[in-house]
Nanobody, 131 residues
Framework: QVQLVASGGGSVQAGESLRLSCAAS????????LGWFRQVPGKEREGVAA????????????YYADSVKGRFTVSRYNANNTLSLQMNNLKPEDTAMYYC????????????????????WGQGIQVTVSS
């Protein structure tokens, strides 16, 4: 079992930055795909960023939604088993509930944002960006 606890978020003005963190505990994290998703009321949840933790993973095993490329950066687990999402130059359309997730599968471009592949989810964290 894997437990995920998200933190960070809050309310900022457009152009500002926020950092989300997701602390993981439980099972081993080898060969996991770790992702960040977000959801706006009335809309489907969408993938934002994903990263693979396999032993052979490289910087190419990182995926971003087109809407956040160049502004968001996802970081792999460090010694504290924390997944981070650095969000810069935030826009009002980034306003959403954000979720971290983990799944034991090989995430590539075609699979990284498949919700059903993720077995474990953290609680939602609200991010609000005002114009």
């Amino acid at each position: 079992q894997v437990q995920l606890v998200a933190s960070g978020g809050g309310s900022v003005q457009a152009g500002e930055s926020l950092r989300l963190s997701c602390a993981a505990s439980g099972d081993t994290y080898k060969n996991f795909c770790l992702g960040w998703f977000r959801q706006v009321p009335g809309k489907e949840r969408e993938g934002v960023a994903a990263i693979f933790t396999g032993a052979a993973a490289t910087d190419r095993d990182i995926y971003y939604a087109d809407s956040v490329k160049g502004r968001f950066t996802v970081s792999r687990y460090n010694a504290n088993n924390t997944l981070s999402l650095q969000m810069n130059n935030l826009k009002p359309e980034d306003t959403a509930m954000y979720y971290c997730a983990a799944g034991r599968f090989l995430c590539v471009a075609d699979t990284a944002f498949r919700e059903y592949e993720y077995n474990y989810w953290g609680q939602g964290i609200q991010v609000t960006v005002s114009s």
